[in-house]
């Protein structure tokens, strides 16, 4: 296919270095004020509006069960284009927009882990670096709401 | 490429068109059936009929055409009184629609006509064409049954009329309207319809030009120049000519989807209105503050028009129904008569969809369980013809729609049988339940009182969908039913769920909306009446609203906003702001933080990590740009317990058949005799206190003046045995603790000694100390309490009139 298909949207998680597919961004913006959701799981951060849109916010570092960021740390806004209207991925810092070479995926190294092994769909080895493949479908999808009281005093 | 496209529209066109005539062939239809003699309506079937077959020839649909073809040439004989219509031929003709349809539908979906077959259709179809009485009808109608060519709509309009005045032509002029037709001028037509010489109106309009202020007609009536019932006719017939005219010259079809992105528009300049109005406040500028008005009225105004483009009619969805009530009364041997009032009652197409379901539902429902079979229906001295009515009106802000039909009504008796063989619950809580909680109990998952399950209904599926589609969209369903009277049921529904009015409340720092039709009232408390009023025992706080009991729940705790911990340390030492509110009929406080204004809000829905939440219907956009939540009256009051009902009677429980019956329920806990007692709190409806002298006697038994009416009292202390009179006399109450129980004329009061607890619990009553009066006996927070039979004791006493109370408790006594 074109070349698109191997451009990823790339951002930063606790130190990991991830990638969304770019045709699935609809755009990338700083920290928004958000109303939290009660009784949500926790990682629904809350909710966005986006030129009157209503955009479901979800902690990444959360729902790949990483520490919370440090009070003052405020992450970004990668929101998605998903059949069911946009949806916001909060995640540490923003990286460039990459093109890789496909010869370079590979599928999750044995090593990667906890929660992330589920939500990769793959890697990209690049310099220095591995590049983590989201996978978006699991990384959208979450618990629908918590046991009682989980971090609800965080 | 484009080609395509076009073709593509024209195919469009062609199936939105058809659908729509459909729906008018099969409601002419069955009206035909009622009166054979309408030749416009036969007029009007043949016409739509006659079109879809020209078109789908036109585009190459030949299984299409052949289908169309031998109908309208039946039709076409029917219009010739070559044959007359009846039930077989109706439903030959029902039928023929029905392939129709589905074709079109295949052809919507896979451009192509389908694999369907019809050989047995079309053969039945030929069979009603032949099956003519006598040949004897003009020759005329058989050159007329084979006519159809491509040609004309001139033509099979003319033929339309055979005998009448060719005036009718103008009318009967198709209005499928690819040219909308002209409306031609009256002398114009005078002239064609010969009813007066063009000289003649020349010289009436140069009169008029003079300032004859006669209209035309009249001055060549007054002359002699024309006869006054033809010109009559001819008016008539310009007056509808016109009517068509305007319908299609002034109106568009627009599709669905620009209208809700309109609508969506609309939803943000209703929020970009808001926050300009909140700068209002600040800015001191009176430019600014008329612009800002003007910018309030125009939006409002805006989005009432825009909310009115997407109004139609019910009418659109009942059109259905009789087709439907007349295929089912026939396969069941009924008969039934379908009335329609309030078919112009407009609401939203969103909701317009969303009701189709549930209502056809009920109607389906009605006609197969509700009315009866002839034979029974004379047998109860019924007219043999059954009446099923469909109501629509509009009511502070909501639609009504009631469904009513006069068949054989619900025994409440049958329905707490029914749910006690179906484990739902045990005898006595069925017992317990009001004649209209039982009713309701045919909104339960699973029950069906259907003696026989039949392929429309009966198999315990469907009435809760349609009591869930219709909450889902804001509504709410209830059923009345008088037993071998009827039934009839009433839905109540928004007039649309877009922009709706909310109350905005806060807690915790967080504000929500409340949608403003589940709210009732707001009732606020100042601290050191807060301890008074409300009654905080065990976690399950009540507030006595004008003598009711009213369950409390605090929206930080229903939304975990803070901890079990944090609830207690804030006991009563703040004000309190109680928002009434009603969920499925029953009232319930939510204290809340704060309570601000009331506002249009734009209902957002929710994304799906967060729909199962269900305390929440939606979201929406206040006027400072932040989200906040709207609350979903019913969920929440779920999910607090305060409405017990749905948790207690619906879904199934797997009950043991012993004895011992397990259900959570809200219980009013008090004392008789220094032994504690209890009765479920939904029997209750007030507790009140009397003083001793205002009791007084009637006969052998004490009543007092309440409410304008006389409320006889039952001493528990003597109507429950084992009880020990002796305490009540020592008791020295100077006033007398009394639960009021039932409602309206068959209100009883209890006596007891001390109202003692209300306790949320988990209750296993047990046969333990069954005697007269008493149910059994349940552990409650670490007593033994006997649960008292109210309903045995009040019949026992004898306070109630016979007949009064239809409901007997067998099992206890």
């Known amino acids: 296919m074109s070349s698109r298909a191997n451009q990823y949207c790339t951002f930063h998680l606790d130190g990991l270095y991830f990638g969304v597919q770019v045709e699935m961004v609809q755009e990338v913006i700083r920290y928004q004020e958000m109303t939290p959701v009660p009784l949500a799981s926790p990682v629904v951060r809350g909710l966005i509006n986006l030129r009157g849109q209503i955009v479901t916010a979800l902690d990444m570092r959360r729902r790949l069960e990483m520490p919370d960021r440090e009070d003052g740390e ?44 589920d939500l990769v769909r793959g890697v990209h080895k690049l310099e220095g670096e591995l590049l983590l493949i989201l996978d978006t479908e699991q990384a959208m999808s979450c618990a629908p709401e918590s046991p009682h009281g989980v971090e609800v005093a965080a | 490429m484009s080609e395509d496209n076009e073709l593509d529209e024209v195919v469009q066109e062609f199936l939105v068109e058809s659908y729509e ?43 299409l055409e052949g289908i169309a073809h031998i109908g309208e040439n039946l039709l076409s004989r029917l219009r010739d009184g070559a044959l007359t219509l009846n039930g077989d031929r109706t439903t030959a003709l029902l039928r023929m629609s029905d392939a129709i349809r589905e074709i079109l539908s295949s052809i919507e979906s896979t451009r192509e006509e389908g694999a369907g077959e019809y050989g047995e259709l079309l053969e039945l179809l030929g069979r009603m064409l032949e099956d003519s009485p006598q040949p004897s009808s003009p020759p005329a109608a058989e050159p007329r049954g084979a006519m159809p060519s491509e040609s004309e709509p001139e033509s099979s309009s003319a033929s339309a009329s055979g005998s009448e005045p060719p005036s009718m032509a103008v009318v009967d002029r198709p209005s499928d309207a690819a040219d ?25 309009l140069e009169a008029q030009e003079k300032g004859d202020p006669r209209k035309i007609g009249e001055i060549l009536v007054r002359r002699g120049q024309a006869r006054p019932k033809e010109v009559e006719a001819a008016l008539v017939a310009q007056q509808e000519a ?28 209703v929020l970009a209105r808001n926050q300009v109005l909140q700068y209002t406040h600040t800015i001191d500028d009176p430019g600014f503050l008329a612009t800002s008005q003007r910018l309030n009225l125009v939006t409002t105004e805006l989005q009432e028009h825009v909310m009115q483009t997407r109004m139609q009619p019910i009418g659109n969805v009942w059109s259905k129904l009789p087709r439907v009530v007349r295929d089912l009364a026939k396969s069941f041997g009924k008969k039934v008569r379908l009335q ?99 009713m309701n109990l045919i909104f339960s998952p699973g029950f069906s009182t259907a003696a026989m399950v039949t392929n429309v209904s009966g198999r315990g599926v469907g009435m809760d969908v349609v009591r869930t589609n219709i909450e889902r969209i804001g509504g709410t369903v209830d059923v009345q039913s008088e037993s071998g009277k009827g039934t009839s049921f009433r839905v109540k529904i928004p007039l649309t769920l877009a922009i709706i009015p909310a109350l905005i ?14 709210l009732l009232e707001l009732v606020r408390l100042e601290a050191e009446q807060v301890s008074a009023n409300i009654e905080r025992i065990h976690g399950a706080p009540v507030y006595r609203l004008r003598g009711n009991l009213l369950p409390l729940v605090d929206l930080r705790d229903a939304l975990q906003q803070r901890s079990p911990a944090q609830a207690q340390a804030a006991l009563s030492s703040e004000a309190v702001n109680i928002v009434v509110l009603q969920a499925d009929d029953r009232p319930f406080g939510l204290i809340v933080e704060d309570v601000h204004d009331t506002e249009e809000i734009v209902v957002k829905p929710l994304g799906k990590q967060i ?74 409806s007030r507790l009140e206190e009397f003083p001793k002298a205002q009791i007084e006697r009637t006969g052998t038994c004490q009543v007092v003046q309440y409410r304008g009416a006389i409320l006889p009292l039952v001493a528990l202390s003597s109507a429950v045995s084992g009880l020990g009179h002796a305490m009540t006399d020592v008791i020295a109450n100077e006033l007398e603790q009394v639960i009021v129980y039932g409602d309206g004329a068959r209100q009883v009061g209890l006596v007891v000694d001390r109202i003692l607890d209300v306790v949320h619990e988990e209750l296993a009553i047990n046969a333990i100390g069954r005697r007269s ?26 306070v109630r009139p016979q007949g009064a109370s239809n409901i007997q408790l067998g099992g206890a006594s």
Request: aromatic fraction near 2%; charge should be negative; include cysteine.
């Open chain 2, 505 to 518: 409340v806060r807690s915790e720092g967080e504000r929500f909306a409340i949608p403003q039709v589940s």
């Open chain 2, 180 to 204: 909308p037709p002209s409306v031609p001028p009256l002398g114009e037509l005078f002239v064609r319809e010969g009813i007066a010489e063009k000289e003649a109106i020349d010289a009436a």
């Open chain 2, 340 to 438: 329609m009032e309030g078919k112009e009652t407009e609401l939203d197409k969103t909701l317009v969809e969303a009701i189709k379901d549930p209502l056809t539902h009920l109607v389906r429902n009605a006609v197969d369980h509700g009315i009866e079979d002839p034979a029974n229906r004379i047998a109860a001295g019924k007219d043999e013809e059954g009446t099923l009515l469909l109501r629509a009106f509009h009511e502070g802000g909501q639609v009504i729609i009631e469904i009513t039909d006069d068949g054989g009504g619900i025994e409440p008796a049958k329905l707490r049988e029914k749910a006690v063989q179906k484990g739902m619950m045990g005898h006595e809580a069925a017992a317990r339940l009001s004649d209209r909680e039982a």
């Open chain 1, 74 to 117: 405020l992450p970004m806004n990668v929101v998605l284009r998903t059949d069911e209207g946009a949806l916001s991925l909060l995640v540490d810092e923003i990286g460039d927009v990459i093109e890789v070479d496909e010869e370079s995926f590979e599928s999750p190294p044995a090593t990667l882990r906890g929660r992330a092994r």
């Open chain 2, 21 to 63: 005539n459909l729906d008018q062939v099969e409601r002419d239809l069955v009206t035909l059936e009622e009166s054979p003699e309408d030749l416009e309506l036969l007029g009007r079937i043949f016409r739509t009929v006659h079109t879809i077959k020209g078109t789908c020839g036109f585009l190459g649909y030949s299984k």
């Open chain 2, 242 to 269: 016109k009517e068509i005219a305007t319908i299609a010259e002034s109106s568009v079809r627009v599709p669905v989807g620009l209208l809700d992105k309109l609508m969506n528009l609309v939803g943000e300049l």
């Open chain 2, 773 to 798: 009066g008493v149910v059994g006996s349940a552990v409650i927070q670490g007593r033994v309490i006997e649960i008292v039979d109210v309903e045995g004791v009040v019949a026992q006493s004898g």
């Open chain 2, 611 to 684: 729909k199962a939440v269900s305390a929440f219907a939606g979201a929406t956009i206040m006027g400072d740009g932040r989200v906040a939540l709207i609350l979903d009256v019913l969920g929440l009051a779920q999910r607090a317990h305060v409405i017990t009902s749905h948790e207690q009677h619906q879904g199934p429980r797997t009950a043991s058949n012993s004895d011992e019956q397990s259900q959570r329920q809200t219980l009013l806990l008090f004392e008789v005799g220094s032994r504690p007692l209890a009765i479920p709190l939904q029997l209750v």
